[in-house]
């Protein structure tokens, strides 16, 4: 699952609202693990540049990406 928001009501009720999300079987680990390498390697060439909303989308790719691996290790 990727960022978004997660509401528990009184009842004990789950709401969850996301991007993106992926059932731990259905990761393709090898995708993701080069996905993750792409992103770390962009995120790396940003440099000493101010942070902005393209490095926090560079920064997004490297979490989801290791979220995937990191589901699919479960």
Known sequence: MSSGYLR???AGNVEVLVEQA???HEV???K???DL???ESDLAA???KPTDGDWVNLLH???WAQA???AAAN
């Open 8 to 10: 528990v009501d009184p």
């Open 22 to 24: 992926v059932a731990s």
């Open 28 to 30: 393709d680990v090898e």
């Open 32 to 34: 993701a693990r080069a």
């Open 37 to 39: 390498k792409v992103a």
């Open 46 to 48: 940003w440099g000493d």
């Open 61 to 63: 790719r490297v979490q």
């Open 68 to 70: 995937r691996i990191d």
